[in-house]
T-cell receptor, first 116, second 110 residues
Framework: GAVVSQHPSWVICKSGTSVKIECRSL??????MFWYRQFPKQSLMLMAT?????????EQGVEKDKFLINHASLTLSTLTVTSAHPEDSSFYIC????????????FGNGTRLTVT | SQQGEEDPQALSIQEGENATMNCSYK?????LQWYRQNSGRGLVHLIL?????REKHSGRLRVTLDTSKKSSSLLITASRAADTASYFC??????????FGAGTRLAVHP
């Protein structure tokens, strides 16, 4: 089955530093990837839609200058949390879609970010 | 933004019992999907039901969809301890942009 790999699975960083999270589709080309954020015991909140070769589309309330998304190839999207603060601590999950037809999404295993 | 609510928020049952989770949504949909999430992990797709379908089965899973009430239910029959997880419904407005419900935390006790 389709596999999405997310790296790192967890990261601890200091306030003010930046952290990059990678999301790779291993066995299919993903024209679209989605980034979600999840707080403990809560649902997934869509942050942005990442389209290969174009700018990401951010959901309302998500700071695009803080959460930089790059989708430079059909198999890789990155989310960079810039100037991280403790309130950015969360579980970040990516998902990928091979195209624009309606189909189940394939999710990475998530990245636990802790900002101290 | 979240699409809707799930009910119950938490469910605790014994092995062998059935588990029913409900999901409500707010807008028109193309399809509704159910996902499972083990603690601290990504999501795994369970089943997709299109807006013109009313019921769908997959193994021990049964999903219903009532578009007039904007609601769906997920039934897990003969539950097992390994079914312990959080279950989320998600609606697709267009393409594959999914909006998730609040989720139900299911605990199945041996």
């Amino acid at each position: 089955g389709a596999v999405v790999s997310q790296h790192p699975s967890w990261v601890i960083c200091k306030s003010g530093t930046s952290v990059k999270i990678e999301c790779r589709s291993l066995d299919f080309q993903a024209t679209t990837m989605f980034w979600y954020r999840q707080f403990p015991k809560q649902s997934l909140m869509l942050m942005a839609t990442s389209n290969e070769g174009s700018k990401a589309t951010y959901e309302q309330g998500v700071e695009k200058d803080k959460f930089l998304i790059n989708h430079a190839s059909l198999t890789l999207s990155t989310l960079t949390v810039t100037s991280a603060h403790p309130e950015d601590s969360s579980f970040y999950i990516c998902s990928a879609s091979p195209g624009q037809q309606i189909a189940p999404l394939h999710f990475g295993n998530g990245t636990r970010l802790t900002v101290t | 933004s979240q699409q809707g609510e799930e009910d119950p928020q938490a469910l605790s049952i014994q092995e062998g019992e059935n588990a029913t989770m409900n999901c409500s949504y707010k807008t028109s949909i193309n399809n509704l999907q159910w996902y499972r999430q083990n603690s601290g992990r990504g999501l795994v797709h369970l089943i997709l039901i299109r807006s013109n379908e009313r019921e769908k089965h997959s193994g021990r899973l049964r999903v219903t969809l009532d578009t007039s009430k904007k609601s769906s239910s997920l039934l897990i029959t003969a539950s097992r301890a390994a079914d312990t997880a959080s279950y989320f419904c998600a609606t697709a407005l267009r393409y594959n942009k999914l909006i998730f419900g609040a989720g139900t935390r299911l605990a199945v006790h041996p």
